[in-house]
């Protein structure tokens, strides 16, 4: 009789990272889908930009969606992907000259996101779910 090994439990910390990043991809598609519709407002030569930026915009945000799937099972390559989603968001947030209460507390829950995902319980999981996996 051998012995499987049992996948890691999710801790709550992982599971609320997870939600977030569900939570994000799905409003991306959704702002998406609505730059997409918006190009009907704007001048003939721009409708090519801004359909070409709501696509890319809702792909994005089921890109999002699927690396959130990939964090809930403990995918490294998930977790770095959404790292360096996140650094770059955080970068882009920072660089902007004017700073609302919105994009400051946007700022602080995704370097909590970061935080969470590499310090332990996160980073435990995710070693575990490496070992438990099938070869």
């Keep these: 009789m051998s012995a499987v090994a049992q996948p890691p439990r999710r801790p709550v910390v992982v599971t609320i990272v997870v939600a977030l990043v569900y939570l994000v991809g799905f409003f991306d598609a959704g702002i998406g889908i609505l730059v997409l519709l ?3 407002r704007v001048p003939d030569d ?3 930009t801004v359909s ?3 696509a890319g ?3 994005f945000g089921l890109l999002a969606v699927a690396v959130a799937g990939g964090v809930a099972h403990g995918s490294r390559l998930s977790r770095m992907l959404v790292t360096i989603y996140l650094t770059l968001h955080v970068m882009t947030i920072a ?3 004017d700073w609302t209460w919105w994009s400051l507390a946007t700022l602080a829950l995704e370097i909590a996101v ?3 995902l590499w310090t332990p319980p996160a980073t435990h999981y995710f070693r575990a779910a490496a070992l438990a996996a099938p070869v």
């Design 57 to 59: 915009i809702i792909l």
């Design 52 to 54: 070409l930026l709501g």
């Design 46 to 48: 721009q409708v090519l």
């Design 38 to 40: 918006s190009r009907y």
């Design 114 to 116: 970061v935080v969470v």
């Design 95 to 97: 660089s902007e000259p």
